[in-house]
């Protein structure tokens, strides 16, 4: 990723990977890549930053997407992998990255890009480790979303407060951001590869002492989604069980600047 200018006489800006897990998106990929690209290009403009579309598995013409756009656009990255699961996607895109912030959202844009900003200034700024969208906080605006779905929410999400007495409440909302400590010590820690990984890696942050923080989100629902109810309920559950009856990881060695989590001075 190329460096600020030195002569320029400043600090050079802050780095950042977003990265956009895909699976069978040939439809949605060239639409909403460009324009997260643009609005990065309008509204991120103190970072160097970088989108990564991270093609895990597919079978149609999403690959040869992702590279066309990368000969396009030079800020857009294009990675395959041969197996598929979201978390063994944004493993790979954020353990091999240099920059100083990676993030994701979900290649549907349900989240309002309009919260961007705020989420990885959050993180930038040290006021966490990791900053995730939420649905369920105040400020949140919700739209279309069934009543089932919404429903199986929130009953996932005092499920896991109850569990593990979390301060977050929305772990599966397809938009994060973390720091570099995060990536180094608590990422490797994560064992789902699928959608259980946002679960276990905020759980595992926070019970670990890093600062998660919620960033209310502005939400549509896709009817196409992807997410089937019962099938993540299961494994969403078998996770649970597996950190709360197997024990919680916790890194071997702190790495990163400082070796010690953001301060928690919005709580």
């Not at 802050?14 to 509204?43: C, G, K, S, Y």
């Not at 579309?53 to 992998?81: H, M, W, Y």
């Not at 024990?247 to 070796?259: F, Q, V």
Request: glycine share 8%.
């Amino acid at each position: 990723m190329p460096s600020g200018d030195p002569e320029a006489g400043g600090p050079d800006p802050t780095t950042l990977d977003m990265v956009l897990p895909v699976l069978n998106e040939e439809v949605d990929l060239p639409i909403n890549a460009r324009v997260l690209h643009d609005f990065m290009a309008e509204r991120l403009g103190d970072y160097e930053w970088r989108v990564v579309v991270a093609d895990n598995g597919s079978t149609d013409s999403t690959l040869d997407v992702a590279k066309e756009l990368s000969q396009e656009f030079p800020r857009i990255q294009c990675i395959s992998l041969e197996h598929r699961g979201r978390g063994r996607a944004l493993r790979h895109a954020w353990t091999e990255s240099k920059a100083d912030i990676v993030g994701y959202m979900d290649v549907d844009l349900s989240t309002d890009l309009e919260a961007l900003p705020a989420l990885v200034d959050a993180v930038r700024n040290g006021t966490c480790d990791i900053a995730t969208g939420s649905r369920l906080i105040r400020g949140a605006d919700v739209k279309r979303r069934p009543f089932k779905r919404e429903v199986a929410s929130r009953g996932y999400s005092l499920v896991f407060r109850t569990m593990f007495l979390t301060k977050f409440r929305d772990a599966q909302c397809g938009f994060k951001a973390l720091n570099r400590r995060t990536v180094e010590n608590i990422v490797p820690l994560v064992r789902n590869q699928r959608w259980f990984f946002d679960t276990e890696m905020l759980i595992l942050a926070e019970k670990n002492g890093y600062v998660v923080r919620e960033i209310p989100v502005k939400w549509t629902d896709d009817p196409d989604t992807r997410v089937h109810i019962a099938g993540t309920a299961y494994e969403d559950m078998r996770g649970l069980l597996r950190l709360r009856f197997g024990g919680l990881a916790r890194p071997a060695k702190l790495s990163g600047e400082g070796n010690s989590p953001a301060k928690n001075t919005n709580r």
